[in-house]
Every structure is written in C-alpha cells, then in structure tokens.
C-alpha cells in the first residue's frame, strides 16, 4: 500500500486523458441483479453468498491493497471470488466481510458522500483503508491476497515469472544471472 513511487494526480493538474480513464474505470463495474460485470473487460462474476455490492467492493480493495497497473480487474476478481463461496456457508466470515465493507463505505460516505467502490482517486481510497488497516477484514483480505492473486498462472507473465524450475535443471543454469537492472 506504499503510494511513495507512485504518480500522484490532484485536480488541479489533472489532464483531459487522465479525467476520461478515472471516469471509465468507475464505471467499469457494474451491479445488476446478484451479478458483478465488468464492461471495459466483458467479465461477469455471480455473487451467490455476499451482496454484488460487497464483492465490487472487495475487487476494488484487492486493487488497492496490491496495486499492478499490467493485471487486469478479472485477475482481482478471481481473487476474491473464494470469499462469495465461503460466505455462502460461514456465517461468520459473511459477518466479518459484510460488516467491515459496511464500515468502509460508512467512512468512504462520510468524508466523500459516496461509497469505497465509487470514491475516484486510488489515494483517496488509500486512506481510508489506512483507517480499517487493523481490523478483521483488512487483514484477512491482505493476507489471502498473497495466495489468491499471485498463484494465477496468468499473472505470472506481467512478474516475468516463468513457474517452477525443478523439473527444468533450477535457476542456476536458466536464467539465474539474466537480471539486467541491478
């Protein structure tokens, strides 16, 4: 969640192209029924076991807690679609995600009048999930994460990770010393 290297863009500088992708990304996810879509990148995912609401919501954390520009929002989605199954059957964990995105969104309200999944600038969002960081679905969201996003195989490529390399003779011999930036 370190925004330091990140570009920052504030009102005041913000260019036509940048207002139109903003504007966009808002409006890529849409609630219909208990479906999430995606417009921009034609997905849809069914919410069976939380509110559609709540997973946009969790799509939307998932980006801002492990922010990549090259990984599409479908790759978020696939994340955080284990919760929406679990839920079905854990009362406790539907508790936990439902009322910590209700929590959210109440601060997102209070400081933005609307929503988490609506508020525009990442660093906006950013902070107010700095003002959750130590509760219960913070840190469940972040530590799954790990596991969830980063063992897509699909992803892997935008890292430059190639898999395993056991069954292929290890790194020493296969690209150990290719590191060009160091």
Do not use: C
């Amino acid at each position: 969640m370190d925004t330091t290297n990140q570009e920052e863009h504030r009102p005041d500088d913000l260019g036509r192209r940048h207002f139109l992708l903003s504007a966009s990304a808002i409006a890529a996810m849409a609630v219909s029924g208990n479906a999430l879509i995606h417009t921009s990148e034609a997905w849809g995912l069914e919410a069976t076991g939380l509110k559609p609401e709540t997973m946009r919501t969790l799509v939307k954390m998932a980006r801002d807690i492990f922010p990549h520009d090259k990984i599409a929002d479908k790759f978020y989605a696939l994340a955080v679609k284990t919760y929406d199954e679990k839920a079905a059957k854990d009362a406790k964990l539907k508790s936990l995600i439902e009322s910590g995105v209700a929590e959210l969104d109440g601060f997102a309200r209070e400081k933005y009048k609307t929503v988490y999944a609506g508020v525009g600038w990442e660093r906006d969002r950013v902070n107010l999930l700095r003002r959750i960081q130590t509760g219960g679905l913070f840190k469940k969201l972040r530590g799954d994460l790990v596991v969830s996003l980063y063992n897509q195989k699909e992803v892997w490529p935008a890292f430059g990770y190639e898999g395993e390399s056991a069954s292929k003779g290890g790194y020493v011999n296969r690209g150990f010393s290719d590191i060009t930036w160091l």
